[in-house]
């Protein structure tokens, strides 16, 4: 299990030191109400909603539900491990993935789900279908009448070489743990890299500071690179090492089954840009700052 320390926090419900009359940390789009909206009744729907996963799907989910005008929700759970990104850091820069294309950081704080819904901030690890519960990484229970599953897709690198990332709570025996690995999907990524944590002040020590390495050929890997000179990390001591599209992508037992692997590359390992002009560009304008870039590697041990 993946225990608390002082340098690491974590509430066990997401936004719950946000005030609710806080108006001012989101800027609403312009809204109204009618003579008829103010008389006309809603019928509340007490059914305990619970929605795992914070995807673009479950948050649109949540969404749709709220927007129906005659019905009022009030008892909605959004289980998300990490809780809500938008709410770990304030300006878009400071991202350390790239954005949804569903919704930006504007978007998710106009939403404003931390006041409206439960938000809890933990990993499911098991159903009980029988009772109609949901046992959590830390033994807490939380029981349903409809259950949505929205977990989404995942970064899979570290679990084909044999090792899972420093936020995962429950350990496979046949999987090992490093510290200071991780994945770009780790649920609390953004408190292993906050801004005066224990990881970010050995990145940002100005007497000895540690390297950092970003393995990958995605989007996310150049918006990891952009979160972490955002929070202080000097350019010469990051490194981005670049994989070949193949890499670590596991062969079918036949042909017909690699030919479906691989026209679902560009799902599994896809690339950063559609343009190779403009991968150009970026990566020039990255080394220019001082970031090394390492092409066609891959990892050979830890």
């Known amino acids: 299990m993946y225990e608390d320390t002082e340098d690491e926090p974590r509430d066990y419900q997401d936004g719950a030191d946000r005030d609710p009359l806080d108006e001012a940390e989101a800027p609403f789009a312009l809204s109204f109400i009618t003579r008829r909206l103010l008389s ?21 989910f949540v969404e749709a539900l709220l927007s129906i005008s005659y019905l009022k929700f009030s008892n909605i759970i959004l289980i998300s491990p990490g809780g809500l990104p938008h709410n770990h850091f304030d300006s878009k820069n400071e991202n350390l993935k790239a954005y949804s294309t569903s ?29 109609k519960n949901i046992v959590l990484h ?14 989404g897709l995942q970064e899979k690198t570290l679990d084909t070489i ?16 490093m510290e200071g690995l991780m994945s770009i999907d780790d649920p609390y990524l953004y408190q292993h890299l906050r801004a005066g944590g224990k990881l970010m002040n050995i990145l940002t020590n ?41 890499c670590h992508v596991q062969k079918g037992y036949n042909e017909e089954d690699n030919r479906e692997m691989e026209l679902d590359m560009p799902i599994i390992n896809p690339d950063a ?9 970026v990566q020039a304008m990255i080394t220019s700052l001082g970031v090394k870039i390492y092409k066609d590697c891959i990892i050979d041990n830890l």
Request: with cysteine; hydrophobic share 30%; aromatic share 4%.
């Open 206 to 246: 100005r007497k000895k500071p540690e390297k950092a390495v970003i393995y990958g050929r995605s989007i996310n890997c150049y918006a990891c690179v952009q979160g972490l000179l955002e929070r202080g990390v000097k350019p010469h001591n990051i490194s981005l090492v670049v994989p070949k599209k193949e």
């Open 40 to 60: 006309e009744p809603k019928i509340i729907k007490n059914s305990r909603i619970v929605v795992v996963g914070g995807s673009d799907t479950g948050i649109s």
């Open 138 to 151: 830390n033994n807490k229970v939380v029981p349903y009448d409809t259950l949505i599953l929205t977990m």
């Open 273 to 281: 840009f559609e343009d190779d002009n403009i991968e150009s560009r």
């Open 103 to 131: 919704y930006t950081h504007e978007e998710l704080r106009r939403l404003m789900l931390e006041n409206r819904i439960t938000v809890i901030n933990a990993r499911m690890i098991d159903i009980d279908r029988g009772d």
């Open 162 to 177: 044999g090792y899972v990332s420093r936020g995962i709570t429950t350990q496979p025996e046949e999987k090992k743990r």
